[in-house]
């Protein structure tokens, strides 16, 4: 069955203070790997998409990664404004119209 | 460009009534889908549609309905509320028929079945 684990659940970071959220998978034939930043009442926001292991990709302050088994978002240098939720999804070859979430890690990064 | 629309944006729901969360996309997506997004459990699929009259069953189909009449929209239909279906609902729309992975998804419609 495929699914998705997110950790932790929620982090708290002081401003500046590097960290990693972790995405772990178990999939049938991986297509593609994908975070999200989804704000208090918002619906989510597409960031990346990773679908080979060894992949990365870098937006500002985000940086995402890709093993075999699971994904990181490093996060350096956070600032207030990074304060959200982050979910990882992913989609199977075998049925490529259905994508399944984790419950996301909440990121608090405080002044 | 409006990207996805959604509405109501809350709703409250006497057990037993039905309604329906309307869709909307502008930018002629072929791909549209419905996720339901409940604390702790993720955003878990109901339905989706690869494109006009096409439709087919997610993870937690049971008790919603769907039909894409048109390119643009893609309605959910309760057609008897129960309080398990008290979660928030998000539209997502993507271009192909789910190839790319990025979804665009609404603000989503909050629904509270009491």
């Known amino acids: 069955e495929d699914q998705v684990t997110q950790s932790p659940e929620a982090l708290r970071l002081q401003e500046g203070e590097s960290s990693s959220l972790n995405c772990s998978y178990t999939?049938?034939?991986?297509?593609?790997l994908f975070w999200y930043r989804q704000d208090p009442g918002k619906g989510p926001e597409f960031l990346f998409t990773?679908?080979?292991a060894g992949e990365e990709k870098e937006k500002e302050r985000l940086k995402a990664t890709l093993t075999k088994k699971e994904s990181f978002l490093h996060i350096t240098a956070p600032k207030p404004e990074d304060s959200a939720t982050y979910l990882c999804a992913v989609q199977a070859r075998h049925n490529f119209n259905k994508f399944y979430f984790g419950s996301g890690t909440k990121l608090n990064v405080k002044p | 460009n409006a990207g996805v629309t959604q509405t109501p944006k809350f709703q409250v729901l006497k057990t037993g009534q039905s309604m329906t969360l309307q869709c909307a996309q502008d930018?002629?997506?072929?791909?549209m889908s419905w996720y339901r997004q409940d604390p702790g459990m993720g955003l878990r699929l109901i339905h989706y549609s690869v494109g006009a009259g096409i439709t087919d069953q997610g993870e937690v189909p049971n008790g919603y309905n769907v039909s894409r009449s048109t390119t643009e929209d893609f309605p959910l239909r309760l057609l008897s509320a129960a309080p398990s279906q008290t979660s928030v609902y998000f539209c997502?729309?993507?271009?192909?028929?789910?190839?790319?992975?990025?979804?665009?998804f609404g603000e989503g419609s909050r629904l509270t079945v009491l």
């Open positions: 997502a729309s993507s271009p192909g028929q789910g190839t790319t992975g990025e979804l665009f």
């Open positions: 999939v049938s034939g991986l297509r593609g």
């Open positions: 930018m002629n997506h072929e791909y």
């Open positions: 990773l679908y080979s």
